[in-house]
């Protein structure tokens, strides 16, 4: 299945059944009077989130969704039925967007949320409505009034706990299918991942959500590359595991690229909780590991922020040693994240005020 995080979709909600002019006409029955009925209502368009999608390509093909008009009134005092809702489904971590693609008009957060987004119009009224005391035989009903229509803009951002960056062939893709399930393309030869991935990391009882991201290059908050559209997948997660090459030319040079690039896109992506790690240490000699593990401890001194939530400060001054091929440094990695998951997860609990450090 194809990846597709972002989607335009035209939506109408369904119009008012019109109400009846009716009479009562039956044998022996003398001024019967009036019964006609009252118009149905018109059925909305509703964005339902539910579970077993992870991606938005089903609103690729269709675009356009309009729910049913609403039944019109009958005779004999019949009210016409609702119409059908069109439903929208999506997948956890959809956002739903004005035209302008600046008004957030809901955020679907959990399996079985439910949202409207246009509601459908009000049935008309029959003439027995009009009824009165001195108006025994009314001869005007109502029209169903008009559904909304508007254009919404469909926004995935996969909700994990933690998430992998990196400039492209970091070994982000390699990491994840070691430590899940999961099964990212992988080869032998230089290439970049192009949709972003999940899965589930367990170790003992514990687990989390790992997302791994398509690679960012420099000046991708310009379009290069990629460009930084993927970055919104990890605004949601609470740590970052950034892996640098170890087999580049400049493990600080690489580490500031990528750091360059969370600032500029914002989100509060740059003040979130990050380990990195020096990612290939296998192939490399020692004399070139220890050059670039110099070079990206200085940078990360350099570039690190100045007020880091606890614990922080310490791994951003030691990175971690990382091989995913040889199984060096995954369990140190994977306790890293745990860690910062975990007081992430402690930190949102706690009340606002007694929280020691916050972006």
Not at 25 to 48: H, S
């Amino acid at each position: 299945m194809k990846f597709l995080d972002q989607a335009r979709v035209y939506v109408r909600s369904g119009d008012g059944g019109a109400g009846c002019v009716s009479f009562r006409r039956e044998k022996f029955i003398e001024f019967g009077g009036p019964d006609g009925g009252d118009g149905g209502r018109g059925g909305d368009v509703v964005a339902l989130c539910v579970e077993g999608l992870n991606t938005l390509i089903d609103y690729r093909y269709q675009q356009h969704f309009k729910a049913k008009t609403g039944t019109h009134g009958m005779g004999k005092n019949r009210a016409g039925g609702r119409g059908a809702d069109a439903v929208l489904k999506v997948p956890v971590g959809t956002q739903i967007f004005e035209e302008d693609e600046q008004t957030l008009i809901a955020d679907m957060t959990e399996v079985g949320q439910r949202v409207v987004i246009c509601k459908g119009g009000n049935g008309g009224f029959g003439n027995a409505h009009f009824t009165t005391s001195t108006n025994r035989a009314p001869r005007r009903a109502n029209p169903g009034q008009e559904g909304e229509e508007r254009t919404i803009v469909l926004r995935l951002k996969l909700i994990a706990d933690a998430g992998l960056i990196g400039l492209p062939n970091a070994g982000k893709s390699t990491f994840l299918a070691t430590v899940t399930a999961a099964k990212p393309k992988i080869a032998d030869y230089p290439f970049t991942t192009l949709h972003p991935g999940l899965g589930v990391v367990r170790s003992g009882d514990r687990e989390f959500v790992l997302a791994d991201i398509p690679g960012l290059i420099e000046g991708a908050h310009e379009g290069h590359g990629l460009g930084d559209r993927f970055l919104g997948h990890v605004e949601r997660c609470r740590a970052l595991l950034h892996l640098v090459d170890a087999t580049g030319e400049h493990a600080g040079k690489d580490y500031k690229i990528v750091r360059a690039e969370l600032a500029a896109y914002g989100a509060g992506l740059a003040e979130k909780p990050e380990i990195i790690a020096l990612s290939k240490v296998d192939a490399v000699d020692a004399d070139h590991l220890k050059k670039q593990r110099e070079r990206l401890q200085r940078a990360i001194a350099s570039a690190g922020p100045k007020n880091a939530p606890n614990g922080a400060a310490e791994r951003r001054a030691a990175p971690l040693l990382l091989s995913s091929a040889s199984g060096v440094g995954v369990r140190e990695a994977l306790r890293a994240v745990f860690d910062a998951v975990e007081t992430q997860k402690a930190l949102e609990r706690a009340p606002q005020e007694a929280r020691p450090w916050s972006p």
